[in-house]
Structures are given as structure tokens and as C-alpha cells.
């Protein structure tokens, strides 16, 4: 079957907005960001000196987690849904 890349991207964003991948996806960012937070800035959390830079380099630290959460989430359910439209196919 020939891919139709728009109707790919139209999936993945459907799921990639919803409801139920936007909580998991936060869930995972507090658990992962404040880990990763914890390690990568423990010097300037226990002496109490934030610079801006460092209060972005926080921000990416929660938000990278986060991206990476909804994009394995909504692709997943973007193959699932796929795979259930064609004839044939199985999960792997």
C-alpha cells in the first residue's frame, strides 16, 4: 500500500494532542525531569543560585522527557491505528 505522509502526520498530531498521551506524557516528564534536574543542576539547587540560563537548562530538562514521551506515545498509536486499516498486517 502506498503511505500517504500527510494522513500519517494527520494521525500522529490526533494522537499526539490527546487527552490520555498529554497526562503520560507530563507524568513521565515530572518523574524524568526532576531526576534528571536532581543530577544535572544538584549545585545550584542546594546553594539556592539560579541563573536565567540555568532556569532554561531546567525547563529543557522537563520538557525533553516530555517530547520524547508524546512522540513514542502518538507513534505508537498512529501504527496501531494504521495497521488496523490494512488488510493483512500484524503487530510486530
Not at 502518538?74 to 500484524?90: C, K, N, V, Y
Amino acid at each position: 500500500m502506498i503511505s500517504n505522509p500527510t494522513r500519517e502526520m494527520q494521525l500522529f498530531l490526533k494522537h499526539a494532542c490527546d487527552r490520555v498521551c498529554v497526562l503520560r506524557s507530563l507524568k513521565v516528564a515530572v518523574v524524568v525531569g526532576t531526576i534528571l534536574g536532581a543530577v544535572n543542576h544538584y549545585d545550584a539547587i542546594l546553594s539556592g543560585t539560579f541563573s536565567a540560563p540555568t532556569l532554561v537548562q531546567i525547563a529543557v530538562t522537563y520538557l525533553v522527557p516530555f517530547c520524547v514521551a508524546t512522540f513514542g506515545s502518538a507513534m505508537q498509536a498512529r501504527h496501531i491505528e494504521l495497521d488496523g486499516r490494512r488488510p493483512g498486517t500484524s503487530a510486530r
